[in-house]
Nanobody, 123 residues
Framework: QVQLVESGGGLVQTGDSLRLSCAAS????????LAWFRQAPGKEREFVAT???????YYASSVKGRFTISRDNTKNTVYLQMNSLTPEDTAVYLC?????????????????WGQGTQVTVSS
């Protein structure tokens, strides 16, 4: 059974930083593509960043230069370092995984999802 468990969310102010973590179990982590998505109230789920198994990375234009996705295959964990946060970044952040190389920006490409962690940025 695959499990993805996010952590690290919280309430911060504009300009602050946060690092999210997603611990995975039940899958061959080193051979999986991983991603972060986010969903704000009343909005559709939005792609944030992805890291492939090779590894390569790809970001949404709205976060490029501010957010960094990384993976630690020894800990079966994927991270999202978020800097220069703004209220527009407020959302539930979800971790996703798919067996194989990955590097997809569509939520339909991912087989496994975590429950999410709330990030709230105050102005």
């Amino acid at each position: 059974q695959v499990q993805l468990v996010e952590s690290g969310g919280g309430l911060v102010q504009t300009g602050d930083s946060l690092r999210l973590s997603c611990a995975a179990s039940g899958l061959t982590f080193s051979r999986s593509g991983l991603a972060w998505f986010r969903q704000a109230p009343g909005k559709e789920r939005e792609f944030v960043a992805t890291v492939s198994s090779f590894p390569a990375t790809y970001y949404a234009s709205s976060v490029k230069g501010r957010f960094t996705i990384s993976r630690d295959n020894t800990k079966n964990t994927v991270y999202l370092q978020m800097n220069s946060l703004t209220p527009e970044d407020t959302a539930v952040y979800l971790c996703a995984a798919v067996p194989g190389a990955g590097l997809y920006d569509s939520s339909k490409s991912y087989a496994y999802w975590g429950q999410g962690t709330q990030v709230t940025v105050s102005s």
